[in-house]
Every structure is written in C-alpha cells, then in structure tokens.
C-alpha cells in the first residue's frame, strides 16, 4: 500500500523559514502530481502548491513568491521551502499525490497525515 511521510513542520516567529519533505513509500509504477494542502481548525482545507510530473507548478496568491515547491523524482519526494513566514500560514499541512500503484490501471490520490506548522508574531 502507498504511504505518504511528511517532514519539517515545527514552531516559528514570523519571518522565518522551514522546509517541508514528503516522501511516498510503496510499489508504484509512476507519479504523476504531488502538491501541499493546509487546513486550520474551522476552515475548509486549501491547496497550497502543486507540482506536475513535466514540472509545472502552481501557487495559492497568499504564498506565491514566498514558498517554493519543488520534487526529486529519483528519491519520489516533493519539498515545499516556506519563507517570510506570516501567523496566517499557521495550519495543518497536507501532502499529496497522484500517482499509478503498479498493480492499478487507474491513477489515485493519496494523503500523508500532516504535520503542524505554527507560526508565532
């Protein structure tokens, strides 16, 4: 079965930096998507960043020009490199992604457990 294991979450002022890393675990044929989602308590889960498999990338405005998604292919992981931090970035991150298990004709999506970023003023 595929597993998502989700890295980098902690506590900081605002301003600052962290770095997020998502490695897929399981029998998978290929990836097609992997992106970031974050959800705060009371408020419907949002995406963040999305990388494609030609590496194609897009942003949520609130973040656009502070954080950088980027993958390595060769090690089926994605990173999403957050900066100038603001309070409102404080939620739950979610990694995803899409991908083709070798044992399924279908592509489906998939979800890490999600680890707290919490970003003081």
């Known amino acids: 079965q595929v597993q998502l294991v989700e890295s980098g979450g902690g506590l900081v002022q605002a301003g600052g930096s962290l770095r997020l890393s998502c490695v897929v675990f399981?029998?998978?044929?290929?990836?097609?998507?992997m992106g970031w989602y974050r959800q705060a308590p009371g408020i419907q889960r949002e995406l963040v960043a999305v990388i494609t498999n030609d590496g194609s990338t897009n942003y949520a405005d609130s973040v656009r020009r502070r954080f950088t998604i980027s993958r390595d292919n060769a090690k089926n992981t994605v990173y999403l490199q957050m900066n100038s931090l603001k309070p409102e970035d404080t939620a739950v991150y979610y990694c995803?992604?899409?991908?083709?298990?070798?044992?399924?004709?279908?592509?489906?999506?998939?979800w890490g457990q999600g680890t707290q970023v919490t970003v003081s003023s």
């Open positions: 995803n992604a899409h991908l083709y298990r070798a044992t399924a004709a279908r592509g489906s999506d998939y």
């Open positions: 399981g029998n998978i044929f290929s990836i097609n998507s």
